[in-house]
């Protein structure tokens, strides 16, 4: 079966109470016990802020694929009339995404919603309504009209509406065996078409050692000064907490003067101060009963532990979640002896009348009187705790599923496959029949938006983030990936993906589509088109090639929202080095990176250029802890080699010529990237100055533009004496005229204290070139024992490593790099496309 589980139940205001876990844990145990049968999770885009959580949740016993969200306009909440065109709207386009899934049922974990937020459920309102099973937790706002509906017209509505649909479902799962008779005897629900799949715990909730400091600090933190009596849930009107303080009030004064009454919990303001006034009335004070406002789920655990009693006087409950989590934690428990309250606490003795405060209070004085039953109350607890699961309640659940649809299959009543696109014409024009009159002036066209992104298509698209190389093209070693990959991307894209290239700008929020500056790349004719934002779907994908620190910063936000609606995030990363060794850097680099690395690890994945780089992402994320939810993919890759195959730049200068010939009548030593304090130019020009000095007939090209903080050693190349004769500088060349300089060179000197990959040595490898290379990890990585290394700083360092180099190549014992391993563009590019789960070429 695939069975679709919708979980508003935990996205909506329940999601702060019982209803909110129980529809999460439910659901974690289906899918934990779900055997042969597909489960998909359906979420609702207006509560952005809990997709996240909820896709954590499910993080390693789901596949993200399988948790869906669909996309309506709000707000849609039921108890302002003015959303009633965007409710109804929101209600069929629900109905038309999950029909598009094709489930054989779809599970409601709380149908109850949408009166104050953005909820959205219904059955039956289009004539593909999927099979239905809702959690039905109780009928109380029914059964209790003169409390729950005649003073709240705005209420009754909307509360009727559900009831409408819930006499619509194929399948109720009551919560307890109480609910399940409400539902027969109210709604006169067949016997065999609800069942009772009963509640568990989470298990956070257990009987814990709490150390004499923690307790302390507990205690000073909500005002309690003495042994307590603990009371925890909601705060409506049958909770009766009034009729829980006036029964304390009717304790003896010697309980009273030994046990506080601890309220414990969030609560409304207005149900604070209404509590606040009656225990003033009453002749009591805080040093009597605390109030503790919210608490948090460790000081629940703390507070359920430390408890001498726990007391539960609620009038009417579905199920009575807090008592099941005090008895979890060990807990002596008495409660109300109707509805669902005995089927949860199974001890009679434990019983007491809701709607007598002083039988509330004579069960308070015979347990906190006899250390027998005390006792007797706390072993009771944990063994009865010990029979409600949500393995259980889920078994039950998935059993229920599995007779149902035999059933239907028996009666032929098969489910056709829906696709959602011969539904949409359907639904349009649904919708545009609805009264417009609370429709606002964009409705429409956001609505539209919204269902062509809940459609999902066989061919995907596969965003790539090109924003710097739009902007411009440094011509750096980034940009050469950005060009390679981009290209390969273009030529051989993935199976059933379509490439997309995209760009952000500092001024809006989004990305575009690059459809401008792709007519250039791919040197089409330029029609004017223009740059639209782009318009993403589920199980598109995005991918960040290149760098923009700034741009792609600020578009953190956005990378979560693709997120949520199930499109997958990755980044490259180059480098690591601005945080690692800001000294080679400019003073506002070190923050920039930071935080733009930081951003990244809030995505999908990270794909880095090495193992080098990977292994200190790794160790630099261990210590910077960032706050984020889903484990983090880091991989890493190596970048291609062949030049050809990078969108490579063409042209020579008129003095191309002259230049090579100087080169081939002596021994070439070339170093290859952007002149900067971390690349060791100066070093290097230092050391060949001194063995020009001694008469050496060698040398020394720099290929590289100008980078930051070099003005010194720039001016002292432009002004040296050996410039043209043996010092050489290309500052922006084109590949072309690169190509024909390693082709005239005789060795590479790599002498960089840090890189990302180190692409100068696979381009020295494909041309035959030998290296010498610096002693540091990413160079090893690359080069194995095909390059020859040196250590240190000074200028004589690379001396030594020359001359040494001479020597052994007159003898022929150098390394030779023509052995070293390298990935063309292509390989490179599958490498990427297998790290972010795409298919690759066999």
């Known amino acids: 079966m695939r069975i679709v589980i919708d979980l508003q139940g935990a996205q909506s205001g329940s999601r702060h109470r019982g209803i909110g876990r129980y529809s999460l844990a439910l659901a974690r145990a289906m899918v934990l016990n779900k055997k042969d049968h597909e489960i998909i999770i359906a979420l609702n885009s207006l509560f952005p802020e809990t997709i996240e959580p909820i896709r954590t949740e499910f993080e390693g016993i789901l596949p993200q694929e399988n948790i869906r969200v669909w996309h309506a306009v709000g707000p849609v909440h039921a108890f ?128 814990i050692t709490i150390d004499p400091k923690t307790e302390t600090a507990l205690y000073k933190k909500f005002g309690i000064n003495r042994k307590f009596i603990m009371y925890s849930g909601a705060t409506d009107d049958r909770k009766n907490h009034i009729g829980l303080i006036n029964a304390y009030l009717l304790l003896p004064e010697d309980i009273r003067q030994n046990y506080q009454l601890a309220l414990v919990g969030g609560l409304p303001l207005d149900h604070r101060s209404r509590f606040e006034a009656h225990i003033k009335s009453c002749g009591l004070s805080d040093m009597d009963i605390v109030i503790t406002g919210r608490v ?184 050469r990936v950005v060009r390679s990959v981009l290209h390969q991307l273009l030529i051989n894209p993935p199976k059933n993906y379509t490439i997309e290239p995209i760009f952000a700008t500092n001024e809006k929020q989004g990305y575009f589509y690059a459809k401008s500056f792709m007519q250039q790349f791919m040197n089409q004719e330029a029609n004017n088109i223009k740059d639209e934002p782009i318009d993403y779907r589920f199980g598109d994908l995005f991918l960040g090639l290149d760098m923009q620190h700034h741009i792609q910063t600020k578009q953190a936000a956005f990378y979560q929202e693709l997120r949520r609606s199930g499109i997958k995030v990755f980044f490259i990363l180059h480098d690591l080095l601005p945080v690692l060794s800001p000294k080679f850097f400019p003073k506002d680099t070190f923050l920039d990176h930071k935080k733009w690395v930081l951003t990244l690890a809030d995505t999908d994945g990270i794909l880095c250029v090495s193992k080098t780089v990977a292994t200190e992402l790794t160790e630099w994320l261990e210590e910077q802890k960032p706050m984020r939810q889903r484990p983090l993919m880091i991989g890493w890759f190596h970048n291609g080699a062949d030049i050809t195959n990078s969108v490579p730049s063409m042209g020579l200068p008129n003095d191309a010529s002259h230049t090579l010939n100087l080169l081939n009548k002596a021994p070439t030593f070339l170093s290859v990237g952007t002149i900067e304090p971390r690349k060791g130019q100066v070093q290097t020009l230092r050391a060949f100055e001194a063995m020009w000095q001694n008469g050496s007939d060698i040398n020394l090209v720099f290929v590289g533009k100008q980078g930051w903080d070099v003005e010194p050693i720039i001016e002292h190349i432009k002004k040296h004496s050996e410039l043209g004769k043996h010092l050489f500088w290309m500052a922006n060349i084109s590949d072309e005229y690169l190509e024909k300089i390693y082709e005239s060179s005789t060795c590479l000197i790599a002498a960089s204290e840090g890189e990302g990959f180190g692409l100068p040595l696979i381009e020295a490898a494909q041309h035959g070139i030998p290296i010498i290379a610096r002693n540091i990890p990413v160079f090893k990585e690359v080069a194995g024992e095909y390059a020859y290394y040196f250590d240190g700083l000074a200028p004589q360092d690379i001396i030594n490593a020359v001359t040494l180099w001479l020597m052994l190549n007159e003898k022929k014992q150098i390394p030779l790099s023509h052995n070293i391993p390298w990935n063309t563009w292509e390989q490179s590019t599958q490498q990427i496309l297998k790290l972010i789960t795409l298919e690759t070429k066999s």
Request: aromatic share 8%; glycine share 4%; net charge negative.
């Open 80 to 207: 302002d009339s003015s959303n009633e065109w965007r409710k109804n709207t929101a209600e069929l386009i629900r109905e038309t995404f999950l029909a598009s899934l094709n489930p054989d049922i779809v599970h409601i974990t709380s149908l109850f919603e949408g009166f104050g937020d953005n909820a959205v459920h219904s059955i039956g309102r289009t004539p593909f309504s999927p099979p239905t099973a809702v959690t039905f937790y109780d009928l109380i706002p029914l059964i209790q009209k003169d409390t729950y509906l005649k003073p709240n017209p705005h209420f009754k509505k909307p509360f009727y509406e559900k009831i409408g649909h819930l006499e619509k479902a194929n399948l109720l799962l009551a919560i307890s065996e109480s609910s399940r008779q409400e539902a027969i005897q109210y709604l006169h629900t067949q016997e065999d078409s609800i069942i009772n799949i009963s509640a568990a715990a989470d298990s956070h909730f257990q009987k």
């Open 296 to 479: 948090s789920d460790d000081e629940l655990l703390q507070f359920y532990n430390l408890c001498a009693l726990y007391v539960f006087p609620s009038q009417h409950e579905g199920f009575g979640l807090p008592v099941l989590e005090a008895m979890s934690c060990g807990a002596a428990v008495i409660g109300s002896n109707n509805t669902s309250i005995p089927e949860v606490i199974g001890f009679n003795e434990a019983l007491f009348d809701p709607y007598s405060e002083e039988s509330i209070a004579q069960k308070i004085t015979q347990v906190l009187s006899n250390d027998i039953l005390l006792e007797q109350l706390k072993q009771h607890s944990i063994k009865q705790a010990a029979k409600f699961t949500w393995n259980r309640s889920a078994k039950i659940a998935m059993n229920s599923f599995e007779e149902w649809h035999a059933n239907q299959q028996i009666h032929s009543k098969t489910i056709p496959n829906i696709s959602i696109t011969d539904n949409n014409s359907w639904l349009i024009n649904e919708i545009a029949h609805l009264n417009p009159r609370s429709r606002e002036a964009n409705d429409w066209l956001s609505t539209a938006q919204s269902i062509a992104r809940n459609e999902t298509k066989e061919t995907k698209q596969l965003f790539v983030d090109i924003s710097e190389l739009v902007q411009r093209d440094g011509r750096t070693g980034v940009q």
